[in-house]
């Protein structure tokens, strides 16, 4: 196999993973703290838990959004290069 291609792969895997990191360290981190403070307070009401995370994760996501576009179109990008220069 081409070691283009794997390359390719790899830096796919790796894009994936920066992408979604921060709405992931959002939702962790709010999780966590939602549920310190149901064990805390003793209220067990789902709602507590998803509604706050579902507001970071957005959030986190929309003030991301520039940076993650210009991964993936960098990504993109050098993927359209590498392929022009895999041989057919």
Do not use: K
């Amino acid at each position: 196999m081409d070691p283009t291609i794997l390359a390719a792969g790899r830096e796919a895997l790796l894009v994936a993973l920066a992408v979604s990191a921060p709405a992931l360290a959002a939702a962790l981190v709010v999780g966590l703290l939602a549920g310190a403070l149901q064990a805390v307070t003793q209220i067990q009401d789902h709602a507590l838990g998803a509604v706050p995370r579902l507001v970071a994760v957005f959030t986190v996501v929309g003030l991301a959004a520039p940076w993650t576009a210009a991964r993936v179109v960098r990504f993109g990008q050098a993927c359209i290069e590498a392929s022009l220069r895999v041989a057919p």
